[in-house]
């Protein structure tokens, strides 16, 4: 039997076990030159059998280390065994023996030895060598850092030589607005394809105009109806100078055609002002169109594109009762075309949209729907990466399966390693670590230094996180970036309202409330602001008059307001509401600060554990 007191794995080192090698930081395992990535608890689950390899654990025992308090680990133990299986290729040997045996009443046993790897050994030989001088500039480093004071959130400053670009809104007259839509959205995802550019998404442009982006590069255009057909004029611009002009015209009806033209169009003039600078060549246009460019997939029905489109920019507008419409829209573009991936997939998202996150529609009728039509989507088109984020969310916040949210999430990661996703953001918060969630809402915020759109996410994650300093100064940046956007002001208000400040955080509620009286989600907050400063009769009295009989107030937004107003039963009916309902706002209940009047009743506690998937009785 080996000497496991010479040596023990830890969860930084890469370790060797029958022919694999067992990175624990990446999550990988690889053998016979395949690698697999596996969820976290999966990993856990390993690192835990190797604790005491040759020997059995007991069931109980790992389901305390890896589960703890989790009521239904018993499933999801046995499930990650057999994920764990899978990715160390274990099948029984001639003998019938495993790697990870099964130990009938009592557990498992791993009934092989880690080793360290010779990588990992050189690394440690290094980083004993380097010791006492790492020690010493730690203490060095924390004594300033004390001395000066530290945020620990403060954005990175991180060089990124890309051409930043920014593809506007194509402007067009009201009948011309989906399609206009759908060349902006297809313009951006061209370019994201590629490492040359850092591209703003087009719901920044507004702010281009008006001054509040410094971009390199802004792609302009406007699209019309002439007597020819369709007409789509554009610009490359960069600081006020215009680089190209190009112009197309098609025949009524061939708005593939036009798509694609303007698709080339964006690939090559593009890089070829990435890749000149101020010495561009002038090089006429049928010159710059002989490269080949890679389009993004969609349909060879023009009267499905034109459904996809008309359903992509219902539902891109966000309201509640343009849902059902943009759904019919993308089922229309199914049935014209069984084949076309972003359609399942655009279907998937806004089921899931108009289901778990608005209420228009009955989650129990579409959270099935939703799950399928993202799957169909990845199988159609299998490096679809904005489907697999939105499958990992579907699993994570709708369905509560978290090792399939994870799988999905690891297949994401693998098509695009720096996809910014705030559905991974709300994984880890739920379930896993949320100290990797901070970094990763770090990782975004910095990535993205000109996007009102990642400065609310961001801002809005940490809140959900209990990270209210980093929130605060992302909130503040949003609000001076737009500050007639109610969705900063809000976002501004909520967090000043968590640390405290709260008369500013009053004054803006009062505003907010004045321009839409009628919005649930602003005057939930507001009771909430209100019942924080000790207004308790004002909370309440706004709490009876505004919500009570709101026939669309959410049951995650009565639960918190029924929390901070002192009725705490009706709090966790509205919360088994919003279970039942399968809400989406319950995703951040493991740590969102608004929840802490209920944590300390044990029925918090039941509710957790629903969402991160255990079978509560």
Not at 373 to 382: F, G, T
Not at 438 to 466: C, E, G, M, N
Request: net charge negative; charged share 25%; glycine share 4%.
């Amino acid at each position: 039997m080996a000497n496991t007191q010479l040596w023990t794995v830890d969860k930084d080192t890469p370790f060797q076990l029958a022919g694999r090698h067992v990175d624990p930081a990446r999550r990988e395992i690889t053998y016979a030159g395949n690698t697999s990535v596996v969820e976290p608890r999966v990993m856990a689950l390993l690192m835990q059998l190797c604790e005491t390899p040759e020997k059995p654990v007991r069931r109980d025992a790992l389901m305390d280390a890896v589960w703890p308090g989790s009521p239904g680990a018993e499933s999801s133990l046995s499930n990650a065994v057999s994920l764990l299986r899978q990715a160390l290729h274990d099948q029984p040997s001639d003998a019938g023996e495993r790697l990870i045996k099964t130990v009938p009443k009592i557990g498992y046993c791993l009934t092989a030895a880690p080793a360290r790897s010779q990588v990992a050994q050189e690394a440690l030989q290094a980083r004993t060598r380097l010791g006492v001088i790492a020690l010493s500039a730690a203490l060095l480093a924390a004594s300033v850092l004390w001395l000066f004071g530290w945020d620990q959130h403060a954005p990175e400053e991180i060089a990124d030589n890309r051409l930043f670009v920014v593809v506007t809104s194509i402007e067009s007259e009201r009948s011309l607005r989906p399609l206009a839509h759908a060349l902006s959205r297809d313009a951006t995802t061209l370019l994201e394809r590629s490492n040359m550019y850092r591209v703003a998404d087009p719901s920044e442009a507004y702010r281009v105009s008006a001054g509040q982006l410094d971009a390199d590069l802004v792609i302009e255009a406007t699209l019309m109806e002439s007597e020819a057909g369709l007409q789509l004029s554009a610009t490359w611009s960069r600081k006020g100078s215009v680089d190209a002009v190009r112009d197309f015209d098609v025949a009524p009806g061939a708005v593939l055609t036009l798509r694609d033209q303007w698709l080339e169009a964006i690939a090559v003039e593009t890089a070829l002002i990435a890749g000149t600078g101020d010495d561009r060549a002038d090089t006429s246009p049928e010159d710059r169109t002989e490269t080949t460019v890679n389009l993004p997939p969609t349909t060879n029905n023009a009267d499905a594109f034109e459904a996809y489109s008309n359903g992509l920019y219902l539902a891109s507008q966000y309201r509640p009762e343009l849902m059902p419409e943009a759904i019919e829209n993308l089922e229309r573009a199914i049935q014209l075309d069984p084949e076309f991936a972003m359609a399942w997939a655009q279907l998937g998202r806004s089921l899931m949209q108009a289901g778990s996150h608005q209420g228009v529609l009955r989650p129990g009728a579409t959270r099935v729907r939703a799950r399928d039509a993202l799957i169909k989507a990845v199988s159609l088109q299998p490096d679809l990466a904005l489907a697999y984020e939105a499958l990992g969310d579907y699993y994570n916040c709708v369905a509560r399966e978290p090792l399939l949210a994870q799988r999905a999430f690891d297949q994401l990661f693998k098509i695009a390693p720096d996809f910014a996703s705030p559905a991974y953001t709300r994984l880890l918060l739920l379930h896993y670590d949320k100290n990797q969630a901070v970094a990763q809402i770090d990782k975004h915020s910095r990535r993205y230094p000109d996007s009102l759109t990642w400065r609310l996410i961001a801002a809005q994650h940490f809140l959900a996180a209990d990270e209210l300093a980093p929130a605060l100064r992302l909130a503040d940046d949003a609000l001076t970036m737009a500050p007639n956007f109610t969705e900063a002001k809000l976002t501004a208000a909520k967090i000043r309202s968590s640390i405290g400040e709260h008369d500013d955080a009053i004054a803006m509620l009062d505003t907010l409330s004045a321009e839409a009286p009628a919005a649930t989600r602003i005057a939930a907050h507001h009771v909430i602001a209100l019942a924080r400063a000790g207004r308790q009769q004002e909370a309440i009295a706004l709490r009876d008059t505004t919500l009570d009989n709101a026939s669309d107030a959410k049951a995650t937004h009565l639960a918190m307001v029924y929390a901070w107003t002192g009725a705490t039963d009706q709090a966790f009916i509205a919360l088994d509401t919003a279970l039942e309902e399968r809400e989406f706002g319950l995703c951040y209940v493991a740590t969102e600060p608004i929840y802490a009047p209920l944590r300390d009743d044990p029925r918090f506690e039941r509710i957790v554990q629903v969402m991160r998937g255990a079978a509560v009785n």
